[in-house]
Structure formats: structure tokens, C-alpha cells
T-cell receptor
Framework: GENVEQHPSTLSVQEGDSAVIKCTYS??????FPWYKQELGKGPQLIID?????GEKKDQRIAVTLNKTAKHFSLHITETQPEDSAVYFC????????????FGKGTMLLVSP | GAGVSQSPRYKVAKRGQDVALRCDPI?????LFWYQQALGQGPEFLTY????????KSGLPSDRFFAERPEGSVSTLKIQRTQQEDSAVYLC??????????????FGEGSWLTVV
């Protein structure tokens, strides 16, 4: 089955800095890669996703890049704000047949004012 | 409602008790998933329904765990004879279509289960 590794487990940045979170996956059949943000006491909220037919996607301060050859994808947050502080999860899902999301272990992002 | 709704939000059970966790998916969503999230970990898949059919229950950790979705809408996750290792957040998620890459999966707020 799919295995997703996520790094780093914690990331501390100053407000205004950029933050990068990296994930690798094992199943070459995976073609959908969402990122979720989870605040304390809440469920995961989708913030951006990318499908394997594109290499990069941007949404305001958030961008995701995908390298299918190397089987890794990354989340980039620019101009970080304290409200970006949360746990971020990457996930991967194969296309073939029935499949569901496999999550990484999460990255706790702390943005200091 | 607009999102996936779960109840109860918090449940404390004595070891050996049975618990039932309810999920109301987004209206019209065909697919429904249950995930288990231990403290400090990512969500782990438990089971998947497409309408009322349970197509995959490979993630259920033991036969004490049972899920149903009898009318293809609301789902219930039941845990019998709870044990301390069952303490976790149980997340329900739904998507409009099947499990293809074009279908975004939306999560509820979770049911926090503590077994004492």
C-alpha cells in the first residue's frame, strides 16, 4: 500500500518568513495530493490540492509543487502569519480502482509574531 | 448543514462500555469515510462506504469495530467493549462522487473518545 513520509515534524518561523513542508510517497500510481490544515480541536480542512497532470499550483500565499519522477511534493507558505499556526498534513491517493487517502504524520507549524 | 456533522463531539466511556458515533455527511455525497486519529498522528483509514454499500473495511482494527450506513446517508461507527487503546479522535469524511482523483474529501470536526 501507499506510504507517505512528511518532514519536518515541527517548524518554527517568524511572522513574514516562508515555510516549506515536504512529503514523499511510495506508490507511483498515486495521482492526487491534497494538503490539510488542522487547528486544535478541529477536523482537517483542505487548503490546497494538486493532481499529477500539473507540477505546481498556487492560491494566494500558498503553493504546492509536485515532482512525480522523484515522488515528492511540497507545501510552500509565504508571508506567514500567526493564524497560519496549526498542524499541516499531506496525503496521497492512487487513481486505480477503489482507493482512499494515506496521510503523513503531520507538521506542527508555529509562527511567532 | 453545510459541512460534515459528527456527534457526540466528546465522549468519555468506561472500559468495557459500548459507544456509537454518528456522522451526517454533506447532503448528496455518495462516499463516506471513517478515519481514526491518535494523538500527534495523522488520520488512519478505517472504512469506506459508497452509498449504503461498505466497500472497504480493511482498516477496522478488530471485530469490536462495526460501521453501517443503512440508507446511504447517515453513518454510525460502533465500538463494542471499549478498551483504552481505542482512545482517539474518530473523523468522518465525505465526497460527492466515488474515490476518483477529482473528488475532494471533506472532514468533520471529529468525535473525541476517551476510554477510562
Amino acid at each position: 500500500g501507499e506510504n507517505v513520509e512528511q518532514h519536518p515534524s515541527t517548524l518554527s518561523v517568524q511572522e513574514g518568513d516562508s515555510a516549506v513542508i515536504k512529503c514523499t510517497y511510495s506508490d507511483s500510481a498515486s495521482n492526487y495530493f491534497p494538503w490539510y490544515k488542522q487547528e486544535l480541536g478541529k477536523g482537517p480542512q483542505l487548503i490546497i490540492d494538486i493532481r499529477s497532470n500539473v507540477g505546481e499550483k498556487k492560491d494566494q500565499r500558498i503553493a504546492v509543487t509536485l515532482n512525480k519522477t522523484a515522488k515528492h511534493f511540497s507545501l510552500h507558505i509565504t508571508e506567514t502569519q500567526p493564524e497560519d499556526s496549526a498542524v499541516y498534513f499531506c496525503a496521497a491517493k492512487p487513481q486505480s480502482g477503489y482507493s482512499t487517502l494515506t496521510f503523513g504524520k503531520g507538521t506542527m507549524l508555529l509562527v511567532s509574531p | 448543514g453545510a459541512g460534515v456533522s459528527q456527534s457526540p463531539r466528546y465522549k468519555v466511556a468506561k472500559r468495557g462500555q459500548d459507544v456509537a458515533l454518528r456522522c451526517d455527511p454533506i447532503s448528496g455525497h455518495v462516499s463516506l469515510f471513517w478515519y481514526q486519529q491518535a494523538l500527534g498522528q495523522g488520520p488512519e483509514f478505517l472504512t469506506y462506504f459508497q452509498n449504503e454499500a461498505q466497500l472497504d473495511k480493511s482498516g477496522l482494527p478488530s471485530d469490536r469495530f462495526f460501521a453501517e450506513r443503512p440508507e446511504g446517508s447517515v453513518s454510525t461507527l460502533k465500538i463494542q467493549r471499549t478498551q483504552q487503546e481505542d482512545s482517539a479522535v474518530y473523523l468522518c469524511a465525505s465526497s460527492l462522487g466515488g474515490t476518483g482523483a477529482g473528488n475532494t474529501i471533506y472532514f468533520g470536526e471529529g468525535s473525541w473518545l476517551t476510554v477510562v
